[in-house]
């Protein structure tokens, strides 16, 4: 069974940077599949961010692109999301998924982590 | 690429039928079959629900059923359940490896 689980602060500084990570169990993250992020403002919808294969492409969301990293680290089978130059407009639960490729949906989620963008 | 669009809310009685429209354009939910449909209880993550326009994963009931015309997809829940209540949002392949999302319909079970 794939378990997915987002870890973090909580609380970032405007202008500093968000750095989440989402260890993956029971799966390798490295096996073929593509894995990415979605975050939700509260009280609001759905928002994809970034993707990617493991030794392979990456894949943005073109309005948030240019604040955006997403990595790996396969030997602790952990997906990473830096972003940068943070704003109150930036406070959401953050999710990591999986999803076969770019064009497939999301069949696996974390659970979320909440981080709060506010001095 | 702007979200696609759903109507805020929807409801209907148990063992009724209600449908759920996401509307997008001829770049996305018109030109591709990668149309998705997630629910999403409160507090929880999205559940895959529907995926490339009509299929269901394994588990789901085929109490929920989509399908698509020209730029607009839908998402019908048929035999309404009181565990059924819940945000309803769809999703697209948008081309050039472009993911988007809808605005999210909350279904309400009366």
């Known amino acids: 069974q794939v378990q997915l689980q987002e870890s973090g602060p909580g609380l970032v500084k405007p202008s500093e940077t968000l750095s989440l990570t989402c260890a993956v169990s029971g799966h390798s993250i490295s096996s073929g599949y593509c894995w990415g992020w979605v975050r939700q403002p509260p009280g609001k919808g759905l928002e994809w961010i970034a993707s990617l294969y493991p030794g392979g492409n990456t894949y943005y969301n073109p309005s948030l692109k240019s604040r955006v990293t997403i990595s790996v680290d396969t030997s602790r089978n952990e997906l990473s999301l830096k972003l940068t130059s943070v704003t109150a407009a930036d406070t959401a639960v953050y999710y990591c998924?999986?999803?076969?490729?770019?064009?497939?949906?999301?069949?696996?989620w974390g659970q979320g982590a909440l981080v709060t963008v506010s001095s | 690429q702007s979200a696609l669009t759903q109507p805020p809310s929807a409801s209907g009685s148990p063992g009724q039928s209600v449908t759920i429209s996401c509307t997008g354009t001829s770049s996305d939910v018109g030109v591709y079959n990668y149309v998705s449909w997630y629910q999403q209880h409160p507090g929880k993550a999205p559940k895959l629900m529907i995926y490339?326009?009509?299929k269901r994963p394994s588990g789901v009931p085929d109490r929920f059923s989509a399908s698509k015309s020209g730029n607009t997809a839908s998402l019908t829940v048929s035999g309404l359940q009181a565990e059924d209540e819940a945000d309803y949002y769809c999703?697209?392949?948008?081309?050039?490896?472009?993911?988007?999302f809808g605005g999210g319909t909350k279904l309400t079970v009366l």
């Open positions: 998924a999986r999803h076969w490729r770019i064009t497939s949906p999301f069949d696996y």
């Open positions: 490339e326009v009509t």
């Open positions: 999703s697209s392949y948008a081309g050039n490896n472009n993911v988007i």
